[in-house]
């Protein structure tokens, strides 16, 4: 089974100027742990998750005040739609990450969470 099997195609995105709790309350909404982030300034697609927000509250800083543009990872880790699961369950393993964005060609294609893939996943013999 491959990355596109599993994939979410459609992508949730959000602005890098909005604060956290503009995107966890949108993340609330949509009842997703992860946005992905389009900054024209970037090169990529950046990613806001769950973990994300609740380190910056663990910081104490103030949801309403704190951008996603700086609490976002930057260069995130990309899947391939064409990955078979493993490897991108492995991908997630090695980043300690939950999510991958998915890129074909170098355009956003989906994303993929390990749940997405615990949900299809049929390891072979």
Aim: net charge negative.
């Amino acid at each position: 089974m491959r990355v596109r099997d599993a994939m979410t195609e459609n992508v949730l995105t959000f602005e890098p100027g909005r604060t956290l709790r503009d995107a966890a309350r949108f993340m609330t909404d949509h009842t997703v742990g992860a946005v992905v982030i389009i900054d024209p300034e970037q090169p990529g697609p950046g990613i806001v998750t769950e973990r994300d927000l609740v380190r910056s509250l663990g910081n104490g800083q103030d949801p309403d005040t704190e951008l996603v543009g700086d609490h976002l990872t930057a260069n995130a880790a990309f899947a391939d739609a064409d990955w078979d699961l493993q490897e991108a369950a492995d991908a997630m393993a090695r980043g300690g990450f939950r999510h991958l964005v998915v890129v074909v060609d170098g355009a956003l294609q989906g994303i993929i969470s390990m749940r997405d893939i615990m949900r299809v996943w049929r390891p072979g013999p």
